[in-house]
Structure formats: C-alpha cells, structure tokens
C-alpha cells in the first residue's frame, strides 16, 4: 500500500485536471496574445479562468494576476509594494513563522533601506494583535501574514489584523500568503480588508509551476517583470494557458461542496490526532488545537528519534510525509517555526509534518499510524539521539 501523506508540500492534480491540461496542450495551444483563431481560444481559456478564480473570493476578475506560483505571487507583492510606496515610508511588518518566500523576500528588501519588524507568536503559533497594533509606525506601508502556517498549521486572526491595521491607516497595503489556507478556508479579500493575496496552484491539485495574485483595485504595486506587457503590464510574459486552466478547473472543483469536503478533513485530522496520542508513547503535537487550526496540516514530534530517521523509514514503506516545510528540506535547518513556538530542545529535530489532501483516506491513515505503532519503539533502541 502507498500512503502520500505530504500535500502541504504538493498535492496530486485531479485526473481532470490533467485531462484539462494535456488537452490546452495539445488541441488549443494558440498564443494568447495572437488574434487568430487559436489565440482566441486561448484568450478565451484566459478570461474563463479569471471569473471562476474571482468567483471563489469573490473579487472583480480584473483584480486576478496569474503568475508561475506563490514564490512569485509573494515577491511581487512585497517587492511591488514596497517600492510603489516607498515615498511614504520604508517600515514593513511580517511575523517570525512566515515561509522563505516572504522572509528572504523582506531580507532583500533590507538592502533597499527598508526596515523589518518580525512578530513573535504564541506557543500556538498565532500572531498578537495587540503586538501588532504596537509595531505599525507612521512610516509603515506594508504588513504581510500568512493566513495558514505550512508547518504546524495554525490559523492566523487575518480578519481582526486587516480591520487593525485600516482603522489605524487605511493606506498601509495588508498583504496574506494564503498558500496554505485557499482551498482549504472560505477567503473573502474584501471584507477581510486584504489588499494582496497569494496563491499557488499545486497545493489545490492543480499544475505545478502557476498560481496567482489578487490586487485589490487601486492598490499601488509596481511590477516586477518587464516584457511585453501582458496582464495590463503587471506581468509581463506569455501566458501559461494550460496550467491556468488548470489552476482555475482545480479551484472549482475545491470549493464546490466545500463544507462537506472541510467537515471531512477535519474528521480525518481529529482521528489521526487522537490515534497517534493513544498509540505512540512520548510524543507532542505542535500547533493548536485540532478544530482552531487548519484541517490539513498535522506536526507531531517524536521524541527520542531524528525526523530523518523516521522519514526514511516511512518512506520505504512507501508512506511519505515531510520534515517541516519540503520548500526547505533540501537545505536541513533548525525550524524557525518550531522555534518561534518555543518547542524543546530535544524536540526541535524529531518534528514530522502530516498532510492531508481532499483525496487523503482513512486507510492510509491507519497504515500510517500501523506503521509508526510497529516500528517507533523497536527505533528508538537503535537510533535513539
């Protein structure tokens, strides 16, 4: 049996989205930018996109601006931002748990003569408002939270920070890295006072290497990619039609019957919470609790055990799950989120990240947690650290 259980990571594209795709490819693989009958039909596929993307936030389309994923989609709002705005000012804020792409996005910026102000979370992983409202300074043009943490899981109080951060300066551009969180949470940029949102195509099982930006209309963002000037300049490029056809085919699909698909992950998470901490001894789960964080994500440390060890041993069972974040992986580093979380010592490196997907079932729950039943005390006499 095989059990992928690292979909915070990547997420398998549904067949018809593949389907979708490989048909773009092959039948209608016009340039959309050309005007003849093949560029039609993929400026079609374009413009299609774009409402049914809009429609799950319910935005203006014309605020959509597709890119080649969140990596992208979070430079260009932070650097684009903060450029566009930077007469005003030169303070950002952004929170200690945020992936590279914000982080090392911000950490450039530096070099510019921004400043960064990083807020710390609780042990939940979970911003303070009121630590917030102490950081925002009259020369602050930009906040950027992520709305789920790809780690552990918690849920950031986005809503209560957009509402904060406009009655205290309306100009001040609220940016969210929903990489984590669309598909998995109803999003409404414009009640939640969110002026950019990020978005990636592969953690919805959609293509890899697509994704999008919302810009609130009237937001001041520069682009940060020159050429031909398609998407009205802000992202300059030929349009990668097929994977956003894709993207926009795998959103629907998300959301329709979303509360049942929702309600269903977080049966799967309870059980899988509740099963690891009555079958292995000497673990802790990290994050908040099951039904306050997202309901996809599970961190769990295993004390007495390196997650490598664990990983490689799951993995040649065929049961794949992950070390914090994959996007970090392949560079082994103490996680700044388990840290921030204030997670011991001891700990800090027998974290592993269980993620679920739509398509996740209980059978490959149970193989998991057979396995780890099966193996963690027999480890822990060999490769105890």
Known sequence: MEAYLDNSATTRAFKEVAELVAKIMTEEYGNASSVHHMGTL????????RET???????????????????????MAIIGGARANAWRGKHIITT???????????????????????????????VSLEELKNAIREDTILVSMMMV?????????????GKLIKSIDEKILFHVDAVQAYGKLLIRPRSMNIDLLSVSSHKI???????????????????????????????????NVPGIAGMALAAKMCYEDFDNKIERLYELKKYLI???????????????????GAPHIVSVSIRGLRAETILNMLS????????????????????????AIGLERDLLESTIRISMSLETTKEEIDYLLDTLED???????????
């Open 316 to 339: 040649s069972k065929q049961i794949y799950v992950s070390a914090g974040s994959a996007c970090t992986s392949n560079n082994p580093h103490i996680s700044d989120t388990l840290q």
């Open 149 to 161: 943490n790809n780690e552990i899981g918690a849920i950031q109080p986005v809503q209560e920070a």
């Open 274 to 292: 509740e099963s690891l901490n009555k079958r292995i001894t000497d673990i802790r789960i990290n994050g908040p609790e099951p039904s306050e």
């Open 53 to 75: 993307i809009a429609g799950t936030l319910k935005v203006d389309p014309a605020e959509i601006i597709f890119t080649s994923g969140g990596t992208e989609s979070d430079n």
């Open 96 to 126: 200690s748990i945020e992936h590279p792409a914000v982080l090392e996005t911000c950490e450039a910026l530096k070099k510019e003569g921004f400043e960064i102000t990083h807020l710390k979370v609780d042990e939940n992983g979970v």
């Open 42 to 49: 993929s400026a079609n596929r374009l413009f299609g996109a």
């Open 375 to 385: 193996q963690v005390e027999t480890m822990r006499k060999f490769y105890r650290h």
């Open 205 to 239: 099982h959609g293509p890899k290497g697509v994704g999008f930006l919302y810009i609130k209309k009237g937001t001041k963002i520069n682009p940060i990619c020159y050429g031909g000037g398609q998407q009205k300049g802000m992202r300059s490029g030929t349009e």
